[in-house]
């Protein structure tokens, strides 16, 4: 993969794809880990004399203007974070944005618009997808894919708009990538994986996929409680998703092969409707109709540390519990507490898994690698194809000439930026 060091930047206008989806409490951002993530990918074009132009999604709008998802708050954010003043344009590829566009000089940073406003962004149809792409091609003459949340996202932005110029991959998803190699090819073993949250039906084929690589895989969260089902125990009211034939299935797979699942011996419960109180501490086998499972127990936090003591790669995703709701997020802290202590490749994935560590008071530091991406890096681990990281792997196939009406050549002195058309073979400069 051509990295943003090989791509020649300085005076042309460069469209960076980023993950700027950050979680919002209504006009105000409550965690800007992927604003900060992004930061050395934009500082690195803006000392190189490019014409930033940086784009992202927020939140799921229906693919047209709505305010709630506007990202002029990041666009603030940005400009705060790197101490200089950051442009933003009010619509994606309209009249706004190109005329932000047309008055970038080189070392200028520009944020347009959310680009979910735009229906062509998430289009199945591959030539609705490839209009927008094209009018998100003719803003620049270069781009770059640092959107790492995204990659798995068959989206215009960041699949079909690689395709269209010399592009290459920044300084996140380099790391994010490089974090990634090292839980899928010569790990360093034991390798343990931890697995919790709620997303069930997302999360059940990945414990399939490890029951192949892990050598042991600890479940807590709500998976947990379809393992538990599955085992014939009763859960009472506790949120049941997914199918237990499958959780069934990965039971007998794990003890055919000898990998050590370790599931929950006990498990905090609350009484259903009750919020966050009051809680009571069970064995996994005395669950009663009307407890809701919202923790692993304090036995079961012990004994996960204790598998994890001696792991040379772990990886994690997803809280043990209801980590948003103190009572409820003690097994997550035990977890995030032997990831510290460990001597091991650490890594966590999963963006309510990193907020809810954020919230107990770890830091990024102290962990190996702290992933911007949850579903992304799932999908790696899977095997899967990732269409953001083969359209960056890939060739240009456009001829050069038609990347060349945005691009910007460099004026014969001081820096000054004009509108010239530049030929140039598409791909390594
Ligand atoms: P991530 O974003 O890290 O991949 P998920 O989105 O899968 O994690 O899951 C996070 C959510 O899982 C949190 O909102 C948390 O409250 C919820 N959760 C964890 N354990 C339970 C449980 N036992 N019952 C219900 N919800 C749970
Ligand atoms: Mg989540």
């Known amino acids: 993969m051509r990295t943003v060091d090989d791509l020649e930047v300085a005076g042309r206008r460069v469209l960076v794809r980023l993950d700027l989806n950050v979680p919002m409490d209504g006009s105000s951002i409550s965690d800007d880990g992927k604003i900060r993530a992004c930061l050395p990918t934009l500082q690195a074009l803006i000392d190189r004399r490019a014409a930033v132009i940086a784009c992202s999604h927020l939140g799921r709008p229906a693919g047209a203007p709505d305010p709630r998802y506007t990202l002029a708050p990041v666009a603030d954010r940005l400009a705060r974070l790197l101490g200089r003043p950051v442009g933003f344009a009010a619509d994606v590829v309209g009249s706004t944005a190109r005329s932000a566009v047309a008055a970038l000089r080189p070392g200028d940073l520009v944020l347009l618009e959310n680009l979910r406003f735009e229906p062509g962004e998430t289009s199945k149809d591959d030539e609705v997808r490839g209009e927008l792409a094209d009018q998100l091609a ?3 003459g270069a781009y770059v894919g640092d959107g790492f949340g995204c990659v798995h996202r068959k989206h215009a932005s960041v699949y079909d708009v690689p395709a269209r110029l010399p592009h290459a991959a920044g300084y996140l998803i380099l790391a994010e990538t490089a974090a990634l190699r090292r ?17 069930v039906a997302d999360k059940l084929p990945v414990v399939n996929s490890m029951l192949g690589i892990a050598d042991r895989i600890l479940i807590g969260g709500a998976i947990a409680v379809s393992f538990l089902a599955a085992q014939g125990h009763s859960v009472g009211a506790s949120l049941l998703e997914g199918d237990q034939e499958a959780a069934r299935d990965y039971l007998a797979k794990a003890a ?3 990998v050590n699942l370790v599931l929950p011996t006990d498990v905090t ?3 259903e409707g009750s919020g966050d109180a009051p809680r009571t ?10 407890q809701m499972v919202r923790d692993i127990g304090p036995q079961t936090a012990g004994l996960f540390a204790s598998e994890l003591t001696g792991a040379r790669t772990i990886f994690w995703n997803g809280p043990m519990g209801v980590a948003e709701i103190p009572g409820f997020s003690a097994g997550t802290r035990a977890v995030a507490a032997a990831l510290v202590d460990s001597d091991g490749f650490t890594m966590i ?3 309510d898994t990193a907020a809810a560590i954020r919230r107990l008071g770890f830091t990024d ?14 999908e790696y681990l899977e095997g899967k194809t ?5 359209a960056l792997e890939a060739e240009c196939a456009v001829p050069a000439a038609s990347s060349s009406r945005a691009v910007i050549g460099q004026a014969g002195g001081g820096g000054k930026v004009r509108d010239t058309v530049v030929t140039e073979p598409c791909g390594r400069p």
């Open 365 to 378: 530091d102290q962990f190996g690698h702290v992933s911007t991406g949850g579903g992304a890096s799932l």
């Open 256 to 258: 055919a092969r000898g």
């Open 281 to 290: 501490v069970v064995s996994v086998t005395e669950i009663q109709p009307g």
């Open 349 to 351: 994935g999963g963006g």
């Open 269 to 271: 419960v609350a009484a």
């Open 138 to 140: 003719s803003l620049a």
């Open 183 to 199: 839980l899928t090819s010569s790990i360093r073993r034991p390798y343990a994986v931890v697995m919790g949250g709620a997303k």
């Open 386 to 390: 990732l269409p953001g990281i083969a």
